[in-house]
Each structure stands twice: as C-alpha cells, then as structure tokens.
C-alpha cells in the first residue's frame, strides 16, 4: 500500500519514511559533508567586505577568524550525533568516533550511509533529513554559491500538506525555466495554473 514520504508529504510506493527522491538527496547531501567542511576553512580568515578590521579613524582590531564560520562549521558536530542516535535506536554499541574534526565527520558520514536501508524506514527520518539538508543549504551559500541569475520571485507557495498547514516556501521562476516549482514541497505550477497560483498568494498573503 502507497504511503506518503515523511519529508517531502508526497506519495511513495516502497512503505518507507522516506521516499526515493529524498533518500537520493540525503545520501548526496551526506557524501558532500566532509568536502564542504574542508571548504569553509579556507572563509575563516575575515575578508575585506567583511566589514571587521580597524579603519582610518580607529576602531576594533580584526578578529583572528570569523566567527559565522566557526559557529557553522561547529553544526557539522550534529552528523556525529545522528549517528549515535541511530546506533542507540538499533540498541548497537555507542559508534567509535576518533581523530580530528574532519576524520570524525568522515566517519559519521560513512555510518550513516551504511545504515541507509534502515534510516528509510525509521521514524525520525524527517528529522534526520531536514537537518542535515539545512546544515547543506547553509554550507552551500558559502561555499558554493549559485551563480545563476536568481529568477523573478513569485510569492509563497500556497500548497497545503496533510494537516492542513501551508508549505510556505519562497517560489522563484528562474531564466529558462516554464514551470514554477517549489525546491522544498516539490509542488509545481505550469502557466496554465498561474492566474489561480496569483490568487491563492493573494489570499495568503492577505490573510497573514
């Protein structure tokens, strides 16, 4: 029987937490962690456009590193405590993590995606996914920025998951592109759905 995936709320065929799709985007969000990590070091000296630094006129000395990026690449700890959690949820011994940063993040990544088949199904898949796809989403604007242009805005998706709650999401029609679609819900506007896509924005926006 057709569940619905935990994450993205549509509908899935395997009976899992997580769908196909998003099992794929986890798995590669993952497998991108530790060479994103590498990435931020080279953003933790202050840069010109920082706005740190001593001017002219005086001020405060400039900070050894920036503190945005410790405090980011500090959130890279919560893969490590995924993990764990898993090994505690399977009843396993508590994972063996050793070495510095980078080869405990190494590790952890490796333990999850050993433990794919089972995450699938687990209950806190949603959780596990959302954060690891957040920590991504914020590695990626400094690491890897998009350097496409960024698409006129069209509002708030105005999908409703099953509860009943708004999706929310920001919708952005990039150059190109023909259908409008929401990254987070997955949800999509072909033009001919344009004109009602404007009224029900219209209406949430007024509604606010």
């Known amino acids: 029987m057709d569940t619905t995936c935990t994450h993205c709320h549509t509908p899935d065929p395997t009976g899992s937490a997580l769908c196909i799709p998003c099992t794929h985007r986890l ?6 962690l530790p060479r994103m990590y590498e990435a931020l070091g080279v953003h933790l000296a202050p840069g010109s ?3 740190e630094g001593r001017s ?6 400039p900070l050894p590193l920036r503190v945005d990026i410790l405090d980011l690449r500090r959130e890279f700890d919560a893969v490590s405590g995924w993990l764990s959690a898993v090994h505690d949820a399977r009843h396993m011994r508590t994972p063996r993590l050793a070495g510095d940063t980078l080869t405990r993040l190494h590790t952890a990544v490796a333990g999850l995606l050993a433990h794919m088949p089972w995450i699938v199904v687990w209950p806190h898949a949603h959780d596990l996914a959302q954060e690891i796809g957040d920590l991504h989403r914020d590695a990626t604007t400094v690491v890897d920025p998009d350097p496409r242009a960024r698409g006129r805005r069209i509002g708030h998706c105005p999908a409703a998951y099953d509860d009943g709650t708004r999706c929310g999401a920001v919708l952005t029609l ?25 009224q029900l924005i219209d209406a949430d926006t007024a509604a606010a």
Request: charged fraction near 10%; charge should be positive.
């Open 49 to 51: 456009s920082s706005g």
């Open 27 to 32: 798995t590669d969000q993952l497998t991108a």
């Open 56 to 61: 002219s006129k005086g001020g405060p000395a």
């Open 174 to 198: 990039r150059p190109g592109e023909q259908v409008v679609s929401c990254a987070w819900c997955s949800a999509s506007y072909p033009p001919a759905t344009w004109a009602g896509l404007k």
